[in-house]
DNA sequence: CAAGAATATTCGATATTTCTAATATACAGA
DNA sequence: TCTGTATATTAGAAATATCGAATATTCTTG
């Protein structure tokens, strides 16, 4: 109900909203990787990955640790992956569905007196 | 990991990254509306909500049936309201080790000498 | 302290989002 | 068919997000 509320998931979801996000987090739902490993399995710029993780951090949903020369990053909060667990079933479904309406649409196209 | 998911992931998280459009799910969480109850019960500007209902039906997240001269929105896949209560439980938690993280300070400057 | 490695930040250019105001469309009833 | 009501779309301005290139920072080791 409250705005802050609202606000607060708002910003929670635009964190998420990028491909590469996604890719990020669920690489450290395993457990914790450096900076370094996630560029090269990402096989991407290191300072894109760099200002992924940062938006990331801003909204505390990942946390990173120091050692050395490296910074490690892991996934701050478990429920974060149930979300993305959640959108796996809900894309599943979808796709499910669309399956679904392509069949019935072959078979009109099969039987066009009924 | 294949791109697609990701991409799919970050397109309905993209959908869901706005405080207005968060509420008006919120709204339709409990059954369906009209646009005009929805406009009314936000007390925003019509063309504003109406461009988030078109947002939210890009994504296929609600459906629309007109009946009439009113059209009635509806969440189309319960698995939404799902990753929103998520979020409720996601906050809350972080509210509270927020709280937490306050009440030690409270305490370190208490008891300097520990 | 110098040099190299790992990571972060800054800077512009481009693209996307969001908003308001104005306009368009679709339907209902007189 | 004309009018009002409900909703959608368009247009343009302002804000925000994204990317690669360059630069800065931090740590380790010789």
Redesign the interface.
Known sequence: ?P?T??????????A????????II?LLSSGELSAGALIEKLGMEQANISQHLSVLRAQ?IVANRKAGNQVFYSVR?P??L???A??????Q??VGEAKEMLKEMENDLMEPSR
């Not at 509320?5 to 635009?14: C, E, G, M, V, W």
């Not at 959640?86 to 894309?91: D, E, K, N």
């Open positions: 109900m705005e509320l609202h606000r607060f998931k708002a910003d929670i979801f635009q998420l909203a990028h491909p590469t996000r996604i890719a669920e505390r909060d429920i974060i149930d979300v993305l959640l959108m796996r079933r809900y894309f479904k979808q």
